[in-house]
């Protein structure tokens, strides 16, 4: 059987917006009060300017987390448990109804596309009090992937 290496490439942001954009899986890391990493696995998109999305609840902890200490972490995952991933840093911010309504429709479309009755989503996330959390991505790694130590490969 084939190994397969590990991969580090360093992107620029216009190929990383690319890379993420198709992407909706992530894991959410914010800092508790007592400085641990909380974690939350989380559906996201990608706003139409280069910004993390996540709809969330206004009580969760990801958003108590990030009303306090905005600093947060995005693991964009690929559909395959072994594709390529990438650890996104930046600061995030909590948008709460009203303002949050609009944000939550650009969310939507850039996860699922086109709703067939706005108006019934936009009263359904009222209805459900939904908040959008907003992270500027601020520095990257490199688009990765997992497997033996490239130096391995020498060895094959």
């Given amino acids: 059987m084939p190994r397969n290496f590990a991969t580090t490439d360093r992107v620029e942001r216009d190929e990383l917006l690319d890379f993420v954009r198709p992407r909706h899986r992530g894991t959410l890391v914010t800092t508790r009060r007592n400085g ?3 974690i939350s696995p ?3 998109g990608l706003d139409d300017e280069g910004r993390v999305v996540i709809s969330t609840y206004p009580t969760r902890a990801k958003a108590a987390n990030l009303r306090r200490d905005p600093a947060a972490t995005v693991l964009i995952h690929s559909d395959e448990w072994d594709g390529p991933y990438v ?15 609009e944000p939550l429709v650009d969310y939507f479309r850039s996860i699922s596309g086109e709703h067939p009755d706005w108006d019934e989503y936009r009263q359904a996330m009222r209805d459900q009090g939904k908040s959008l959390i907003r992270v500027t991505i601020e ?4 688009i990765a992937t997992g497997g033996f130590p490239p130096e391995l490969a020498e060895e094959s």
């Fill in 87 to 101: 650890q996104l840093d930046g600061t995030a911010e909590v948008i709460d109804l009203p303002d949050s309504v």
């Fill in 139 to 142: 520095q990257w790694g490199p």
């Fill in 36 to 38: 641990r990493p909380q």
């Fill in 42 to 44: 989380v559906t996201c």
